[in-house]
């Protein structure tokens, strides 16, 4: 069983930066793939980054150099650090996790409530 919370989201003008959080509860969770998704409004979810439990990191094309994912295994705790945004990237974003790196890509077992994420212009 991992539960997992987000935060951090919020209202930011085009260019700013913001940083998400992911709480994690569970043992199980250091072991795990995370990574976040996000879903604008009359759009599919789309991936955003998934990084491995040894720090191996994976990005979306579309936020590659913009977004840094991360994680403290000992607060439990993942981030994913957002600049240089643009209105195209707001979003609802999930925090998400899987035992297997492949699964995290696509259908995780395991997500969080989801933050709003609004960039304007």
């Known amino acids: 069983q991992v539960q997992l919370v987000e935060s951090g989201g919020g209202l930011v003008q085009a260019g700013g930066s913001l940083r998400l959080s992911c709480a994690a509860s569970g043992r199980a969770f250091n072991g795990y793939a995370m990574g976040w998704f996000r879903q604008a409004p009359g759009k599919e979810r789309e991936f955003v980054a998934r990084?491995?439990?040894?720090?191996?990191?994976y990005y979306a094309d579309s936020v590659k150099g913009r977004f840094f994912i991360s994680r403290d295994n000992a607060k439990k705790t993942g981030y994913l650090e957002m600049n240089s945004l643009r209105p195209e990237d707001t979003a609802v974003y999930y925090c998400?996790?899987?035992?297997?790196?492949?699964?995290?890509?696509?259908?995780?077992?395991?997500w969080g409530q989801g933050t709003q994420v609004t960039v304007s212009s």
């Open positions: 990084i491995s439990w040894d720090s191996s990191v």
């Open positions: 998400a996790a899987d035992p297997s790196l492949v699964v995290m890509l696509t259908t995780p077992a395991y």
